[in-house]
């Protein structure tokens, strides 16, 4: 049976949209004064994949997540979300658009327990004050918001500990918080900056469990130096020097590239 065009045409855009990237970066530059931070970079994200960024100390990796974050000014270049073209985000946008990030540090609120620090990533209104009123929001809706911090406190094995005080907490403990409040507000995109930075072997080998867990309900793209890890968890490496991308694709691919090796594996063998 033939399918009418005005069908065929339909079944190929859904198609089309299917085969999409979930995340596009195409020819992203940005520059500090003089300073080309990144050049021409290249980045795409599929649906629950696991992607990292590697490289040398001021490559250019944190950069890249700024900029996704709405943190940094882009000089050039293009996003893509879901096969469509948008606009660099600002960081009010980001709970909208599905993304949502860790810090190189925990940054956690010292004075507020677990809970209240998890809460303040649920939501955009959220992350500009602290809870209850002084957030503005309603009884009925801060319920809400207790009931998904203490679901993603679930997800990372620490909703025993809602009601400690965050400067209470063991440093591998506070890693694990700060995953959760990036967690809250349920979004496609996970960037993980350093989650095994300061943490021993055993924490380590923790953070590759939940990191393959997390993948299985939302995509990642992962900084991290710890190279065991990137190796254990990633699906596909991007690396980077000075700025540029100097080597992509799976794994033993670019483990095996001299050029990373030179650049930066060739350091730690």
């Given at each position: 049976?033939?399918?009418?065009?005005?069908?065929?045409?339909?079944?190929?855009?859904?198609?089309?949209?299917?085969?999409?990237?979930?995340?596009?970066?195409?020819?992203?530059?940005?520059?500090?004064?003089?300073?080309?931070?990144?050049?021409?970079?290249?980045?795409?994200?599929?649906?629950?994949?696991?992607?990292?960024?590697?490289?040398?100390?001021?490559?250019?990796?944190?950069?890249?997540?700024?900029?996704?974050?709405?943190?940094?000014?882009?000089?050039?270049?293009?996003?893509?979300?879901?096969?469509?073209?948008?606009?660099?985000?600002?960081?009010?946008?980001?709970?909208?658009?599905?993304?949502?990030?860790?810090?190189?540090?925990?940054?956690?609120?010292?004075?507020?327990?677990?809970?209240?620090?998890?809460?303040?990533?649920?939501?955009?209104?959220?992350?500009?004050?602290?809870?209850?009123?002084?957030?503005?929001?309603?009884g009925r809706d801060e319920t809400k918001l207790r009931q998904k911090a203490l679901s993603a406190l679930e997800r990372v094995y620490a909703s025993g500990?809602?009601?400690?005080?965050?400067?209470?907490?063991?440093?591998?403990?506070?890693?694990?918080?700060?995953?959760?409040?990036?967690?809250?507000?349920?979004?496609?995109?996970?960037?993980?900056?350093?989650?095994?930075?300061?943490?021993?072997?055993?924490?380590?080998?923790?953070?590759?469990?939940?990191?393959?867990?997390?993948?299985?309900?939302?995509?990642?793209?992962?900084?991290?130096?710890?190279?065991?890890?990137?190796?254990?968890?990633?699906d596909r490496l991007y690396v980077l020097n000075f700025g540029q991308v100097i080597s992509s694709g799976e794994v033993e691919e670019v483990r095996r590239?001299?050029?990373?090796?030179?650049?930066?594996?060739?350091?730690?063998?």
């Amino acid at each position: 049976m033939r399918l009418l065009p005005e069908l065929a045409l339909v079944c190929l855009e859904s198609t089309l949209v299917s085969e999409a990237n979930l995340l596009a970066i195409k020819s992203l530059s940005v520059s500090f004064g003089g300073l080309k931070a990144l050049s021409n970079v290249d980045l795409h994200l599929n649906k629950n994949e696991v992607v990292g960024l590697i490289g040398p100390n001021g490559a250019g990796k944190t950069t890249l997540f700024n900029a996704l974050s709405g943190l940094a000014d882009v000089e050039s270049g293009e996003l893509e979300i879901n096969g469509k073209q948008h606009a660099w985000p600002k960081p009010y946008e980001l709970v909208d658009l599905g993304i949502s990030r860790t810090l190189q540090g925990v940054g956690l609120f010292p004075e507020l327990t677990v809970l209240e620090n998890v809460m303040i990533g649920a939501n955009k209104s959220a992350r500009s004050g602290l809870i209850s009123s002084a957030l503005g929001i309603s009884g009925r809706d801060e319920t809400k918001l207790r009931q998904k911090a203490l679901s993603a406190l679930e997800r990372v094995y620490a909703s025993g500990i809602a009601n400690q005080r965050a400067d209470s907490l063991a440093y591998p403990v506070t890693k694990r918080v700060a995953i959760a409040r990036a967690l809250v507000s349920e979004p496609k995109i996970l960037l993980l900056d350093e989650p095994a930075g300061g943490l021993g072997a055993q924490d380590i080998e923790w953070m590759n469990t939940l990191i393959h867990n997390l993948a299985t309900q939302c995509s990642v793209i992962l900084v991290e130096h710890h190279m065991d890890v990137v190796m254990s968890v990633c699906d596909r490496l991007y690396v980077l020097n000075f700025g540029q991308v100097i080597s992509s694709g799976e794994v033993e691919e670019v483990r095996r590239d001299p050029a990373v090796i030179a650049a930066y594996l060739g350091v730690n063998n």
